[in-house]
């Protein structure tokens, strides 16, 4: 009886508070008990709406709010955005301008431009996949919404391991990460053709998975995806919700030949983005094949994809 009563003392706590904490985090389910980046060190970047080392004692990402453009960062509460806060500052519109980066590297992906930020709350409606709090880079191709990372970020890198959790489309001509005034260089996720290839994965203008069939696929148009990229002096490999991924060519990773500015849920210009919904997005420039399920299974704990 004395479990049953704290349970449904928790949950009411996390209801009047607008906490976001899914229920293996109260009862210490798998998942719990370490943080996504104490168990696997050492990202290059490392951006998320939930916390992701103990270590990491900044906020989860700067908003300006609708109506006086206002700016204010926002933390944890629980281990995850305090969302609760940001909708009671924010009102009926908040986008975000800042999404910190967690790997303790600084490289915050930013934009500052007014109305190219991603949505965080839009018509009063806080965006979410799920229960939890995500980032919204857009509705349409056109829609300019995006977020840059600093110059030179992967430049010469040989060595690759991807992860990002959200939900995308597969429209033509859209971005989830590649160069932002440029084609066939460094590394570029796409949202491509509808016919041809709904999405697509390059390295140096090498096209990795050239073809429309569902197995080919990075992920699965408007569904929760965790999509894995591991490239290495050996070979490179996909996976799509732990499932692997078919490729045209897994040939062994080239140094990467890109050194000016990536952008996250952008792809060649400020007029090519595509929808992506973002809740975590994470790369080592070390080789973490070994660790991946163990990655993918912290993550989709936490996010509950598959």
Known sequence: MRKIFLIKTLLALCIMTGAQTPMHRLLGEPGSSTYLLDEFPGASV?????KLSSSYT???LKARRGGDNAELDFGFVNGFLD??????WGGSNVVGIIWYDQSGNGRNATNTTGGQNPDLIAGSTLIRIGSLAAIDFGQLASDARFMQLPTGFLNGTTTLSYFQAGNMSDIPNGGIFGPSTTNSVGLEVLQVNTISRPTMLRMNGTNRNDNAGAAYRLWDNITNTI?????????VNCYKNGSAVTLTSSAAMPALNYNGIYGLGQYNSATEEGKATLQEFIIWETDQTSNRTGIEAHINAYFSYF
Not at 83 to 88: G, V
């Open 46 to 50: 490392a951006y998320s709406v939930r």
């Open 83 to 88: 969302t609760a806060a940001m909708k009671s």
């Open 227 to 235: 999509t894995t990229i591991l490239g290495n002096s050996t070979d």
């Open 58 to 60: 900044g906020y989860c």
